[in-house]
């Protein structure tokens, strides 16, 4: 069992920042890849972020490259995911989730799942 709980969402002008941290509560966090993954009400879970095990491989969706950054300390047991240039429509609910190996984009890929945090974008 890997428990992650998310932290750092919040509200935040059009244009700001916020980085998000998912600590994981298992010692083999060190072997498994992480992503990150957001929500809105009513509507499905969508990727947003991955990252492989060891750091080395990053996976984006479209819509945040270049303003998104997902990174890991394995020390630290804690994925971040470091969003800049935020726009409005990056409302959501924000979740990390946990896979055994390798960067994937689709939710069913993940077997670990955070509770989320919320992140507001206003204008």
């Known amino acids: 069992q890997v428990q992650l709980v998310e932290s750092g969402g919040g509200l935040v002008q059009a244009g700001g920042s916020l980085r998000l941290s998912c600590a994981a509560s298992r010692r083999t966090f060190s072997t498994r890849a992480m992503g990150w993954f957001r929500q809105a009400p009513g509507k499905e879970r969508e990727f947003v972020a991955a990252i492989s095990w060891s750091g080395g491989s990053t996976l984006y969706a479209d819509y945040v490259k270049g303003r998104f950054t997902i990174s890991r300390d394995n020390a630290k047991n804690t994925v971040y995911l470091q969003m800049s240039s935020l726009k409005t429509e990056d409302t959501d609910i924000y979740y990390c989730?946990?896979?055994?190996?390798?960067?994937?984009?689709?939710?069913?890929?993940?077997?670990?799942w955070g509770q989320g945090t919320q992140v507001t974008v206003s204008s």
């Open positions: 989730a946990s896979r055994t190996s390798g960067v994937r984009s689709g939710v069913e890929d993940y077997d670990y």
